[in-house]
T-cell receptor
Framework: GENVEQHPSTLSVQEGDSAVIKCTYS??????FPWYKQELGKGPQLIID?????GEKKDQRIAVTLNKTAKHFSLHITETQPEDSAVYFC????????????FGAGTRLFVKA | GAVVSQHPSWVICKSGTSVKIECRSL??????MFWYRQFPKQSLMLMAT?????????EQGVEKDKFLINHASLTLSTLTVTSAHPEDSSFYIC??????????FGEGSWLTVV
């Protein structure tokens, strides 16, 4: 079945450095790719998303890139801050009938002050 | 962004009792809601897809008689854990999808069965 692979599982960076999380999906019909941030004990929060008709999207310090040919998409966080420490999940879905969102396994990001 | 509210945020119940968790979409109508279970340091495990006005679709391995889902309106879905046991203790999260298939999550509910 469809799956989404996410790497790395754990990422530790120094405050101010950049962090990159990568995901690969298998369903070539996927056309919507959201990223979620989950802080300890809370539900995931949508932080940025991208649709298949766009190759890159940026929102302040976070950006997402999509390579549909390679079925890769990545989250980039620049100028990381301690409050960016959390678990990040990527996901892939399609808006055809009966769509199902497939989540990656998550990346635990630690930003060291 | 859209808001999904989940209640209660945490609950403790005795073994053998049932507990209900509510999931509400506050500013949009959600024909589809999803229920997940999350174990510590693990990803989200989809339990079932809740469709307004019809029966929920359960994932393989999830007991539909154990985890009752009701989606009576376009803004409310409920998950009832029946005859709860300690192994049902977990973090349960709901999400709702708007018409653009963007998924918004609730705050999650911690269930502890003693």
């Amino acid at each position: 079945g469809e799956n989404v692979e996410q790497h790395p599982s754990t990422l530790s960076v120094q405050e101010g450095d950049s962090a990159v999380i990568k995901c690969t999906y298998s369903d070539s019909a996927s056309n919507y790719f959201p990223w979620y941030k989950q802080e300890l004990g809370k539900g995931p929060q949508l932080i940025i998303d991208i649709r298949s008709n766009v190759g890159e999207k940026k929102d302040q310090r976070i950006a997402v890139t999509l390579n549909k040919t390679a079925k890769h998409f990545s989250l980039h966080i620049t100028e990381t801050q301690p409050e960016d420490s959390a678990v990040y999940f990527c996901a892939a879905s399609r808006d055809t009938g009966g769509f199902k969102t497939i989540f990656g396994a998550g990346t635990r990001l630690f930003v060291k002050a | 962004g859209a808001v999904v509210s989940q209640h209660p945020s945490w609950v403790i119940c005795k073994s053998g009792t049932s507990v209900k968790i509510e999931c509400r979409s506050l500013d949009f109508q959600a024909t589809t809601m999803f229920w997940y279970r999350q174990f510590p340091k693990q990803s989200l495990m989809l339990m079932a897809t809740s469709n307004e006005g019809s029966k929920a679709t359960y994932e393989q391995g999830v007991e539909k008689d154990k985890f009752l889902i009701n989606h009576a309106s376009l803004t409310l879905s409920t998950l009832t854990v029946t005859s709860a046991h300690p192994e049902d203790s977990s973090f349960y999260i709901c999400s709702a999808s708007d018409r653009g298939n963007t998924i918004y999550f609730g705050e999650g509910s911690w269930l502890t069965v003693v």
